[in-house]
T-cell receptor, first 117, second 115 residues
Framework: GAVVSQHPSWVICKSGTSVKIECRSL??????MFWYRQFPKQSLMLMATSNEGSKATYEQGVEKDKFLINHASLTLSTLTVTSAHPEDSSFYIC?????????????FGPGTRLTVL | QKEVEQDPGPLSVPEGAIVSLNCTYSNSAFQYFMWYRQYSRKGPELLMY????GNKEDGRFTAQVDKSSKYISLFIRDSQPSDSATYLC???????????????FGRGTQLTVWP
């Protein structure tokens, strides 16, 4: 089946530093990747949609300059949280669409837990 | 009003019970309906996928969609402790150029099946 990985799975950083999270589709090509944020006992909130080779589309209320998204290849998208603050602590999950799947399902990664001290 | 409403629970049932999970929605454009299972500190995994109205069965799981009532359900028969997880409903409308548009998720229902 389609597998999506994320790295790191857990990261702790100091306030003011930047953190990069990678999302990879391991066995398929993903023209579109999605980044979600999930707070405890809350649902997934879409942050941005990332298309390979073009700029990401951000959801309303998500700061583009704070959450930098790069989708440089068909198998890799990165999310960089710049100048992280404690309120950015959350569970970040990516998903990817298989270009070859006619249903265009989204396959989710295992998530990255970010803790900002 | 949120696009998708889902009772967060928690829901606690004994092993072997039939579990019923539900979501309601407001956007009549939604045509694709999904149920995801999410274990603690893990990403969601797709359980069931249904297009438009009707029922779909897969082993112990049955998904139902009633578009006239804007109501979807997931039934789990003979529930097992391993079914303990958070169940998220998700739905989307048709989007030109791709079969599925963006997904709208419910809050998720936390289920515990005790032995």
């Amino acid at each position: 089946g389609a597998v999506v990985s994320q790295h790191p799975s857990w990261v702790i950083c100091k306030s003011g530093t930047s953190v990069k999270i990678e999302c990879r589709s391991l066995d398929f090509q993903a023209t579109t990747m999605f980044w979600y944020r999930q707070f405890p006992k809350q649902s997934l909130m879409l942050m941005a949609t990332s298309n390979e080779g073009s700029k990401a589309t951000y959801e309303q209320g998500v700061e583009k300059d704070k959450f930098l998204i790069n989708h440089a290849s068909l198998t890799l998208s990165t999310l960089t949280v710049t100048s992280a603050h404690p309120e950015d602590s959350s569970f970040y999950i990516c998903s990817a669409r298989d270009r070859g799947d006619y249903l265009n399902e989204q396959f989710f990664g295992p998530g990255t837990r970010l803790t900002v001290l | 009003q949120k696009e998708v409403e889902q009772d967060p629970g928690p829901l606690s049932v004994p092993e072997g019970a039939i579990v019923s999970l539900n979501c309601t929605y407001s956007n009549s454009a939604f045509q694709y309906f999904m149920w995801y299972r999410q274990y603690s500190r893990k990403g969601p995994e797709l359980l069931m996928y249904t297009y438009s109205s009707g029922n779909k069965e897969d082993g112990r799981f049955t998904a139902q969609v009633d578009k006239s009532s804007k109501y979807i359900s997931l039934f789990i028969r003979d529930s097992q402790p391993s079914d303990s997880a958070t169940y998220l409903c998700a739905m989307s409308a048709y989007s030109r150029g791709s079969t599925l548009g963006r997904l709208y998720f419910g809050r998720g229902t936390q289920l515990t099946v005790w032995p």
